[in-house]
């Protein structure tokens, strides 16, 4: 079982830049089943659905992104405790969203939404004109 929760979001002008983590909490199993797990971020802007926006995986040798955030995310992970983040600049309104981590334990890297098996419960981004 692995427990996620992100933290990091808020409220930043356009061309600002804001770090998510998201960290795996409870029990020590949680925490080292998440440092050995393919891990994501996703986001849902209201009235839309939950979009990719990147993956990293197991071993943290590859990293996938969704295309509107090339070049202005990173994600990354301390593999020591399974901390995921983030690392967003250059951010526009259309990046306003709810942002959620997940980990997808049974895939060596994912950018597909079904194949996450355990979620965060979200932070929010906005991002003012």
């Known amino acids: 079982q692995i427990q996620l929760v992100e933290s990091g979001g808020g409220f930043v002008q356009a061309g600002g830049s804001l770090r998510l983590s998201c960290a795996a909490s409870?029990?020590?199993?949680?925490?080292?089943?998440?440092?050995?797990?393919?891990m994501g971020w996703f986001r849902q802007a209201p009235g839309k659905e939950r979009d990719f926006v990147a993956a990293i995986s197991w071993d943290n040798d590859n990293q996938y992104y969704g295309d509107s955030v090339k070049g202005r995310f990173t994600i990354s992970r301390d593999s020591a405790n399974g901390t995921l983040y983030l690392r967003m600049n250059n951010l526009t309104p259309d990046d306003t969203a709810d942002y959620y981590c997940a980990a997808a334990p049974r895939f060596a890297i994912s950018t597909e939404l079904h194949q996450y098996d355990y979620w965060g419960q979200g932070t929010q981004v906005t991002v003012s004109s």
């Open positions: 409870g029990r020590a199993a949680s925490a080292r089943s998440a440092a050995n797990s393919a």
